[in-house]
């Protein structure tokens, strides 16, 4: 078992920035962020491996987020940068104990509670 809590999220102009943090109760997990707009499937966001650091990132957002981690403190991090409106969602944290970074819900097995993202125009 592993407890995920997630910070960060709020409210911003377009065109504004924000981080959200991910931190995880325990190591060796690969990490995914995941997000879900109101009437819309969750869908991933982007994801980091813990075993070589590599990560990944969906081409709705590539080039203005960025998905890092620092392992000694458990924690994974997405910058999010040059928001949009169709940014706003809730976004989740995810892990899975495995190495490889998966872009489907079914994959991971702990979730975090959410952080609210509105991005306002």
């Known amino acids: 078992q592993v407890q995920l809590v997630e910070s960060g999220g709020g409210l911003v102009q377009a065109g504004g920035s924000l981080r959200l943090s991910c931190a995880a109760s325990r190591p060796r997990y690969t990490m995914g962020w995941f997000r879900q707009a109101p009437g819309k499937e969750r869908e991933f966001v982007a994801g980091?491996?813990?075993?070589?650091?590599?990560?990944y990132v969906a081409d709705s957002v590539k080039g203005r987020f960025t998905i890092s981690r620092d392992n000694a403190k458990n924690t994974v991090y997405l910058q999010m940068n040059r928001l949009k409106p169709e940014d706003t969602a809730v976004y989740y944290c995810?892990?899975?104990?495995?190495?490889?970074?998966?872009?489907?819900?079914?994959?991971?097995?702990?979730w975090g509670q959410g952080t609210q993202v509105t991005v306002s125009s």
């Open positions: 980091t491996s813990w075993s070589d650091g590599s990560t």
């Open positions: 995810a892990a899975r104990p495995r190495s490889i970074v998966r872009l489907t819900t079914d994959e991971y097995d702990f």
